[in-house]
């Protein structure tokens, strides 16, 4: 799910239009809500998936702002699934996943490519948790992506932390990574962006891939 101002749309007499859609990966349009005015996406979250119909055994990803304990109990009591960003706008939360010692936690997926004029290398690790505030959240994610364009040589890093109601052993390692690049390229066909910062060239190499339960 994702939302984003229609280029053109505010005039004089009118704000933007900001629609907010379920989608798929693959791009297609599954449902639609246009954002009341004076508001944002937050109250239109669960209003858009009631127009869908069977959201059972589904995964849902959305952006940080969308990690609210409403929707992701309204996403559990659907029969569906979530991996949700963890941001500031959760900052216990956060802090707590933020701080867990992923450097010592084995991998469960790497990906390298190379496309556009850059390598890109990201690394997914994962620890399942005893108690975490949120919904029926079993499991923190930690993805590192770096990238660096092959023409200037310039390299950056992004660490995206989230948290998921899906057990460990109920998803490969690769199956997370794929549903949060789909998600990565909603935004990208959205016109959104993502924050880095400059890190060390190369990353570490791969590692077997298992499950770490954090304290």
Known sequence: ????????SRTAER?????????????????QRQIAEKSNEIPAFAPLLDSIEDLENTVIT???LHTQHAHGACLRERGAHYSAIVKRNHAKLFDRVRHLPWRDMPLEHYDRTRAHHRIEIRRLKAAAFDHIDYPDAKRALQIVRWRMDRSTGQLSI???HLITSLAAGAATGAEPACWIRGH???????????GT??????PPSAEPPATTVAP
């Open 1 to 8: 799910m994702d939302g984003k101002t229609v280029r053109g």
């Open 15 to 31: 704000n933007a239009v900001v629609p907010l859609a379920a989608m798929d990966h693959v791009g297609s349009v599954l449902a």
């Open 62 to 64: 959305a952006d940080a």
């Open 158 to 160: 992004e660490r995206i």
């Open 184 to 194: 990565w390229c909603i935004e990208n066909l959205l016109a959104s962006t993502a």
């Open 197 to 202: 910062a400059r890190p060390t060239w190369p």
